[in-house]
């Protein structure tokens, strides 16, 4: 891959995490720590590994997204209205009544939203409903999940882990965000789900462990998921909650709390400073 | 008089459907033989999918597949969905508006032997609450299959609940099911039984006796809980004055309290609710427990006698 696309690549990510501040200083609320933690896995998603167009976000054979971790709705917003689902400026009705941009992710508000997500755990299965469609009608789409760390504690996640094995599922690829971080503290110490990438093994699929802040590997490893046979991939990408502005990072607090105006601009100089600055 | 139970009746009009519609899948949970969906799984193995004990992800996936243009029909457990999966239904399915059909079979008491952990006494007052959700409650084997095909046209959430025991066939094959259009399924201008599910037949049952000594009771069945056929269940209100549910469900938050909350706001008259008590079940046979928890046609009698007394 060529120098100059993971440079670009790395600027989209650093503008997607200035809208991420943008909107939750504008709401007065909402999620930037898991927001900034996986904007560059969904940034290289967006703008080089999936297959969509955003006149269209019904096409049948695109690829889908889904953001199971649906408080990280600010970056998926980011994420559409910088691909072109809808205009940048309605970024900051963020949270606002009648906005199309709710709290937590609403299918049938936003084009390019393919399932309400919120309330955790639900999102894998709801990608294993659409592979298992793919596959009923001979489509090539992939499905994408992206899954918080602290998500993962929830039941329905490991029912659907066993049902995407059992059912061979090999268009699904699924991010594990693990940032290390929930809202009452580490993950470690609230429910620790180590050994994390063994349990994936153990259920029966293909894993690979990345730095999710290394744009190159994050887009090595979904070559290499989908080359992947007869099983559903886990990424798990070693994350920092509240990556790209400094005071923010591995803070805990900064899960559910939004920038106060002295803070959100302090953390766009630093976003701004970045620019061009990205490590390739 | 002919006797089937309703699953039976989903059984058999699931594979009529999947026939019909391609888009048709059915998921269920471990429990496809007693719910019937195991003929469906035989005649379209490909779109049949078990996904093992695990009701959550049963209709996490049912959305997944129902987002990608699919019509999937879920069976469990009443207990087990809405139950267990209740989040699921409202967060993945209900909100969304998404096409998922959730049959649940095995609900109230009439369950038997298996016991109260078994025995679904609240899944009507769960699914009720939750906006856009639509809810059938068939009374026999013909309703349930007109129930199913009618599920199958409406763009959205259906909630359909079925039982486990054999019971009456009161319709003939050509009678037309509304959604959301109350049967009058007898006439009668002294009292109205308004009866769901299996309660209907018990409902017919007592108007007959009723009429041996004079009193005139209309029974409507209401097949469609939500949405409410309030016309018809005002217009006995207002015509008949005196009025009795009857539900094998709780008398907390069924068609019982929809009916209270209709008739207060529209045509206060006096209302009486049969159903279970708000009290859990127990291990027994189907009969035994209608008879204990006071869903017998004679217990219906009573509440008539009741509200006869009432509205005079």
Redesign the interface.
């Known amino acids: 891959m060529e120098q100059e696309k993971i440079a670009w690549l790395q600027n989209k990510a650093r503008e997607i995490r200035t809208h991420i501040i943008r909107m939750t200083a504008a709401a007065g609320s909402g999620h930037p720590g898991g927001s900034l933690s996986a904007a560059d896995i969904v940034t290289a998603l967006y703008f080089h590994l999936m297959r969509l167009d955003p006149q269209r976000p019904s096409w049948p054979d695109r690829d889908r997204f889904i953001l199971s971790k649906g408080h990280a709705a600010p970056l998926l917003y980011a994420a559409l209205a910088e691909r072109g689902f809808f205009p940048v400026e309605e970024l900051l009705t963020l949270r606002k009544l009648g906005s199309r941009l709710q709290g937590h992710p609403d299918m049938k508000s936003l084009p390019g939203v393919e399932i309400s997500t919120g309330s955790l755990g639900q999102g894998l299965s709801a990608g294993n409903g659409m592979a298992l469609a793919a596959r009923l009608d001979g489509r090539d789409y992939r499905v994408f999940v992206l899954l918080g760390d602290g998500e993962i504690q929830e039941g329905m996640v490991w029912e659907a882990a066993m049902a995407a094995a059992h059912y061979r599922l090999d268009n699904v690829t699924a991010f594990l965000d693990y940032n290390g971080l929930q809202i009452d503290g580490p993950v470690t110490e609230v429910m620790s789900v180590e050994p994390v990438a063994e349990k994936w093994v153990a259920f029966g699929w293909d894993v690979q462990v990345i730095d999710g802040h290394d744009m190159v590997q994050i887009i090595q490893a979904v070559e290499v998921a989908r080359q992947v046979r007869g099983r559903p991939q886990m990424i798990v990408a070693r994350t920092v909650k509240g990556k790209g502005v400094s005071f923010m990072e591995n803070q805990v607090n900064w899960h559910g709390a939004a920038p106060r105006p002295e803070e959100a601009e302090r953390a766009l100089a630093e976003l701004a400073a970045q620019a061009g600055l990205a490590p390739n | 008089m002919k006797k089937i139970a309703t699953r039976e009746a989903y059984g058999e009009a699931l594979v009529e459907l999947g026939r019909e519609n391609p888009d048709v899948?059915v998921l269920d949970a471990d429990l496809a033989k007693s719910t019937k969906t195991i003929d469906f799984g035989k005649h379209f193995p490909?779109?049949f999918?078990d996904?093992?004990v695990?009701e959550?992800?049963m209709?996490?996936?049912?959305?997944?597949?129902?987002?990608?243009?699919?019509i999937?029909f879920c069976s469990t457990f009443a207990v087990f969905a809405p139950g267990r999966a209740f989040?699921?239904l409202?967060?993945?399915i209900a909100?969304?508006?998404l096409n998922v059909k959730i049959c649940a079979s095995h609900a109230g008491i009439t369950v038997g032997e298996d016991g109260a952990s078994h025995q679904s006494v609240e899944d009507i007052a769960l699914v009720r609450a939750v906006p856009h959700m639509t809810i059938f409650v068939p009374a026999d084997a013909v309703e349930t299959r007109k129930a199913v095909q009618a599920a199958a046209k409406i763009k959205g959430p259906v909630y359909i609940r079925l039982g486990r025991a054999a019971v009456p066939v009161l319709h003939a094959e050509d009678f037309l099911f509304e959604p959301g259009k109350a049967l009058v399924m007898r006439q009668g201008n002294d009292a109205t039984i308004i009866a769901t599910g299996i309660m209907v037949a018990e409902a017919l049952t007592a108007a007959e006796e009723l009429a041996k000594e004079g009193v005139s009771v209309r029974v409507l069945n209401v097949h469609t809980i939500k949405p409410l056929d309030v016309e018809e269940i005002v217009r006995a209100a207002k015509e008949t004055r005196a009025i009795v549910t009857a539900e094998e469900h709780n008398i907390i938050g069924g068609l019982g309290s929809a009916v209270a909350e209709t008739v207060c706001e529209h045509c206060p008259v006096p209302v009486h609710r049969v159903g279970i008590p708000d009290v859990f079940g127990e291990s027994g046979t189907p009969d035994q427990l209608m008879e204990k928890y006071g869903l017998k046609a004679e217990h219906l009698i009573a509440a008539v006698r009741k509200v006869w007394e009432l509205k005079k």
């Open positions: 899948v490909h779109r999918f996904m093992g695990a959550q992800n209709l996490g996936t049912a959305a997944g597949l129902a987002a990608a243009g699919k999937p989040d699921q409202r967060n993945s909100y969304p508006r």
